[in-house]
């Protein structure tokens, strides 16, 4: 990493792991070569709360608190949930054309490019130190009217089925996926609490409105045929 780091003055730091073990001899590192982190983060963390409602929430709040206190220069974009994990979806769409999954509530799912968009100004332009910036799709979705919104760019009639938590946790375990988290995504599904919450951080901030997951549907046609 140090080798990598020369002339760099920001970084844009993403932590996809289930713990912060690492994350303080990353920091440490970053101290000694650049200047400011931009850190993507989760919209579900809870200021001032004493434990967050599921792990991959208590992970941002931990992770944000370590570079908080890291005495580098910092901005936090806290984004809702991104468009892509629909990807997960595919082969279900593919082969039965049903969708079975826990019903997570509903929320303004976001566009990975305007995450882009926002993370390319925010590292390119000074005035964010100290930021949290809480980044929203345009629009409240389900993930019965996700699928539907997949169904209409591919033009074909699909559904979501939720199913049981034990349910999915066999299917997700069956597709190989590691056991810590299938219970981190099962703890979400299963705790985290509905939110309406739709902001306007992406057109101030990139001056273009948010995406609506039927854009994305429509950008992403060719992964569901
Ligand atoms: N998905 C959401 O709804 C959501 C919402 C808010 C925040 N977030 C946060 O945003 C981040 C990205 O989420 P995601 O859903 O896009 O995650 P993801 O699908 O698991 O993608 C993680 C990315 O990190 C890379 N990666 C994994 N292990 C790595 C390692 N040891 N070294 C280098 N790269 C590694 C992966 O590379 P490969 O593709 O090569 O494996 C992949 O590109 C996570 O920290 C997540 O908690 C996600």
Redesign the pocket.
């Known amino acids: 990493m140090a080798g990598a780091l020369g002339g760099v003055e920001t970084v844009f730091l993403?932590?996809?792991?289930l713990t912060t073990e690492g994350a303080p001899a990353v920091l440490d590192l970053l101290k000694r070569h650049v200047r400011r982190v931009v850190y993507?983060?989760?919209?579900g963390v809870r200021d001032g709360a004493r434990r967050q409602t599921d792990p991959?929430n208590q992970?941002?709040a931990d992770m944000e608190a370590l570079i908080e206190g890291s005495r580098l220069e910092w901005t936090v974009l806290r984004?809702?949930?991104?468009a892509?994990?629909a990807l997960g979806w595919a082969e279900q769409i593919r082969t039965t054309g049903v969708v079975r999954g826990p019903d997570i509530a509903a929320t303004a799912v976001i566009h990975e490019g305007d995450i882009g968009a926002v993370a390319a100004r925010v590292l390119t332009s000074p005035g964010h130190e100290g930021a949290r910036h809480v980044l929203t799709g345009p629009e409240v979705v389900s993930r019965a009217e996700q699928v539907q919104a997949i169904g209409d760019a591919i033009g074909r009639v699909l559904r979501f089925e939720p199913v049981a938590l034990d349910v999915a946790r066999e299917r997700m375990l069956a597709d190989g996926r590691p056991p810590a988290l299938v219970e981190a995504l099962l703890a979400s599904a299963e705790s985290r609490p509905e939110s309406r919450l739709v902001t306007t951080t992406v057109e101030h901030l990139t001056g273009t409105p948010p995406r609506p997951f039927t854009t994305w549907a429509h950008d992403n046609a060719h992964a569901f045929r």
């Open positions: 993403v932590w996809p792991f993507l983060s989760s919209s991959i992970l941002h984004s809702n949930t991104i892509t994990n």
